[in-house]
């Protein structure tokens, strides 16, 4: 028998008792969709998560901070005061022999003030290695990253124009100290206008505060390059040459120190480092590197790590989502199970005919599967046309909603539910297969029939 | 002669209980290729297990049936319902059409079987039917047909494939004198044209001169054979 006249007759006999095929497809749709909006729940969760964590940075990348838990075993300074813990060169360099590492770079933080035209600004300046920039994924959307041989070029963060304000304005009142937040647009162009940077946090007030009444110096800068947006960490920095960030601040150190003290500058190697940042070559790698960064005895920290335990959460959460959905469906199935029974009782006659005059067991084993996987099928398809209506309503009425409630938190393109092309397609072959299950019983008991007696029933 | 189906010692038992029924008790019978063979006796002789035996339908108890040299007793579920679409078209007393189709969609049903395309099997289909002059009843549900057209229907759908036996369970049981000769005439004339086997089980008296041979069962045993004139000139024909 010809594949196309099996399915012309399978449809032909749910076409004949319609108002029992429409119950037991209705049940599929149930089914499916329950599944599918579950899971679509749970993959809106989950792609909501990765947006947030893609925003505070990459993934393959590992921060590294200093042991803070051993403050007893932490360093002492001087009449011992407790000296914050810090990472030293030699730990960096034991980094840089952990294989699969890319890049490695120490950061040096401090704050600056800049002025730039009318407009004044403290900064978070952070040294770093200049070729480390690109490896660390630091994408410019203007100009250019800091080159190795750069001195006082910086490349500012994107949001860097809301750490500068108006001095003036300040002293009218018109914005808050230090911060001129967001607010007006302000006529500042990092890459070309000339911009001059201090440590004396004093710098372009009315009334300089009590210094050593050494005056700092004034260094003109550069600004070469403005980072990427949608970064939350590198937003609101300045990113400087290391080397040279940390000779100007062991120079102002120096220079307001009290002439008894007497300090030494010390070179980069010397300086310890709040934080260091590793890149690993592939994310996979990122777990292993991180626990020899441990190894070593300094905090490590990566995205990779939280993901992977929120993935974990995750798994478990769709798990549940799914299984809450499988119930239905698997009522559904067994639904169409219990209809084509009922077929074979109805229609015991028929099967017993058809095989004297000439069906084989596989024309009649094909006829009831593929009667209950088109009924599965149809199900499945009219199932995903409804899923895709209940997304939308949820991502449209259901978003408003809880936002009115103050659960959107001010994210606008929040997706309640998301479907992916693959989840439809494997719900629509899903489903197609429930009903080639369901119907794999119904379709061996109807060839087991034995044509006589079949023949003999009323 | 060719014999095409020979039956040897056949028994079958039903046991009911503690009783048992002899429905065929050591039957034997050899059938030649072109012959119309009525099977004749009273109700409960057997007459109808016999011929379920010989379509395979039913296993016998003792003995054997070959059918073109083909066990028919030994063969499996996947094999029989390949024999009977190869060898075997069915006439039952009660039609037995399928009440969802057509007259014509009927017909084509053993023909779908064995995976003709729908023009082939269409074409043939309404040859077949109108040789059994139902050419204007082609789209007509069995519940609008009378049980001589339905009968006729059966006729053409046992016929369509051409089988060389053709096995008919008192198909004239349900019908009047003038129809049942109609019909007989039918299967004589159509098995006659495509040098066909006829096996035949009949109660009825108009049905018997078609016969070349009539064989009178009773209680499971073959009592005699009774061989018409027309069944000696074919045999001398064919020597
Ligand atoms: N499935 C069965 N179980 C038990 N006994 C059976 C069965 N089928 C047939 N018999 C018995 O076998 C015997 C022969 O039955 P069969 O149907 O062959 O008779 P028949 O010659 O066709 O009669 P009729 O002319 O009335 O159709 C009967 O006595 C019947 O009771
Ligand atoms: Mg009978």
Not at chain 1, 75 to 91: A, F
Not at chain 1, 166 to 181: A, D, Q, T
Not at chain 1, 359 to 387: P, W
């Amino acid at each position: 028998m010809k594949i196309f006249d099996i399915i012309r007759m399978a449809l032909r006999n749910l076409f004949r008792s319609k108002v029992r095929t429409v119950l037991t497809v209705l049940g599929i749709v149930i089914g499916t969709t329950a599944i599918i909006i579950m899971l679509s729940l749970g993959i809106a969760i989950n792609v909501s998560y990765r947006e947030q964590m893609s925003r505070m940075g990459s993934l393959n990348v590992i921060n590294v901070h200093p042991n803070y838990e051993n403050i007893n075993t932490g360093k002492r300074g001087r009449n011992d005061v407790w000296v914050e813990p810090t990472i030293s060169q030699e730990e960096l360099d034991k980094i840089k022999q952990i294989p699969n590492v890319e890049a490695v770079t120490p950061f040096y933080q401090t704050s600056v003030k800049m002025e730039i035209g009318k407009y004044l600004g403290y900064v978070t300046i952070v040294g770093i290695e200049p070729d480390a920039m690109e490896a660390l994924e630091y994408k410019a959307a203007e100009g250019r990253l800091l080159n190795p041989d750069d001195k006082l070029q910086i490349v500012f963060g994107s949001n860097m124009k809301d750490q500068f304000y108006n001095p003036k304005e300040m002293r009218r009142g018109l914005v808050f100290y230090g911060y001129g937040g967001p607010g007006e647009e302000k006529d500042i162009n990092f890459l070309e206008d000339r911009i001059n940077m201090t440590f004396d946090m004093s710098y372009g007030e009315r009334y300089p505060g009590s210094q050593t009444g050494k005056k700092p110096k004034l260094y003109k800068v550069e600004g070469v390059g403005i980072l990427e947006e949608g970064n939350w960490e590198t937003a609101y920095q300045a990113y400087m040459n290391i080397h040279e960030l940390v000779k100007l601040d062991q120079e102002y150190k120096q220079q307001q120190a009290n002439p008894d003290q007497k300090i030494r500058r010390r070179k980069t190697e010397e300086v310890g480092f709040q934080q260091a940042k590793v890149k690993v070559n592939e994310i996979k790698n990122v777990l292993d590197v991180q626990e020899q960064i441990r190894a070593i005895g300094l905090n490590a920290w990566s995205m990779a790590e939280s993901l992977e335990s929120a993935n974990k959460t995750q798994a478990v959460m769709q798990g549940v989502l799914g299984g809450i959905g499988a119930i239905s469906l698997l009522v559904a199935a067994i639904g169409i199970a219990n209809t084509m029974i009922m077929a074979i009782y109805e229609r015991t006659k028929e099967i017993g005919i058809m095989k004297v005059i000439g069906a084989r067991i596989k024309d009649i084993r094909r006829l009831f599967l593929y009667e209950a996987s088109m009924i599965g099928f149809i199900g499945g398809v009219i199932g995903i046309a409804f899923s895709f209506g209940v997304s939308y309503f949820l991502n449209t009425v259901g978003v408003r909603f809880l936002g009115g409630m103050g659960m959107g938190m001010g994210m606008t393109d929040t997706k309640l539910s998301i479907i992916p092309v693959w989840l439809a397609l494997s719900g629509m072959i899903f489903s197609a297969l429930i009903g080639l299950i369901s119907g794999f019983f119904p379709a061996r008991k109807a060839t087991k029939l034995s044509a006589l007696s079949a023949i003999h029933t009323e | 002669m060719e014999t095409i189906i020979k039956i040897k010692d056949l028994k079958k038992v039903y046991r009911m209980g503690q009783e048992k029924v002899y429905a065929l008790n050591g039957i034997n019978l050899e059938i030649k290729k072109g012959e119309i063979c009525c099977l004749y006796g009273t109700s409960g002789s057997g007459k109808t297990t016999l011929l379920n035996m010989v379509a395979g339908l039913e296993k016998p108890t003792k003995g054997s049936i070959l059918v073109k040299n083909i066990p028919v007793e030994k063969l499996n579920e996947v094999q029989l319902a390949k024999f009977r679409q190869k060898y075997v078209g069915f006439i039952f007393q009660s039609y037995n059409l399928l009440p969802n189709l057509t007259a014509l969609e009927n017909v084509c049903l053993p023909l779908i079987f064995k995976g003709y395309p729908k023009k082939v099997r269409e074409k043939e289909a309404v040859k077949m039917l109108k040789a059994v002059g139902l050419g204007d009843r082609l789209n007509h549900k069995p519940n609008q047909m009378s049980g001589g057209q339905q009968q006729r229907v059966s006729i053409a759908r046992a016929f369509v494939e051409k089988p060389e036996i053709i096995l008919a369970d008192e198909p004239t049981g349900n019908l009047d004198t003038k129809t049942t000769i109609e019909i007989m005439e039918l299967i004589a004339g159509m098995a006659e044209k495509y040098g066909q086997t006829v096996l035949l089980v009949s109660h009825d008296s108009e049905a018997l001169p078609y016969a070349d041979r009539i064989v009178h069962i009773r209680d499971g045993v073959i009592e005699n054979i009774e061989e018409k004139e027309k069944y000696k000139l074919k045999e001398c024909a064919n020597k």
